[in-house]
């Protein structure tokens, strides 16, 4: 799990914790959220001092997530591009996902109604964690 953590990333601490849910879940709730989501996202975040990190969400085929761009032959869905900050604001909830679009604070490049299934994914760490 540590190897999602990146050094001055607020990102990889959300991100090392949703993987720490993903591995919590049993085969038949980590088989449905794949199912459900059917998709694998892309994330490039820069943080404040303008270093980017790529990180990995396969909710398509293995339910893993994995620092780095996506492995070949598989393909993103969708490639998210934001700020470390805009992240950790989509992914509490402090900022709708839509919102960041329309602001220009997110950027996409991909399927972007898979883009809106992310919003869901990053609601199960926090759904899981109440459990």
């Known amino acids: 799990m540590s190897d999602l953590k990146v050094q001055g990333f607020k990102a990889s601490e959300i991100l090392a914790q949703l993987n720490n849910t993903f591995g919590s879940l049993s085969d038949s709730e980590r088989a449905a959220q794949i199912k459900k989501t059917a998709a694998i996202f892309e994330l490039h975040i820069k943080n404040a001092d303008k270093q980017e990190a790529v990180w990995t969400l396969d909710l398509k085929d293995t339910g893993t997530i994995y620092a780095g761009p996506v ?21 509490s909830g402090k900022m709708d996902g839509q919102k960041a679009f329309m602001t220009g604070k997110l950027k996409s490049k991909g399927n972007l109604m898979l883009a809106t299934k992310l919003a869901g994914v990053l609601g199960t760490t926090k759904t899981k964690a109440k459990l």
């Open 71 to 91: 492995k070949a032959p598989a393909k993103p869905g969708v490639t998210l591009i934001m700020s470390d900050e805009t992240f950790e604001q989509v992914a």
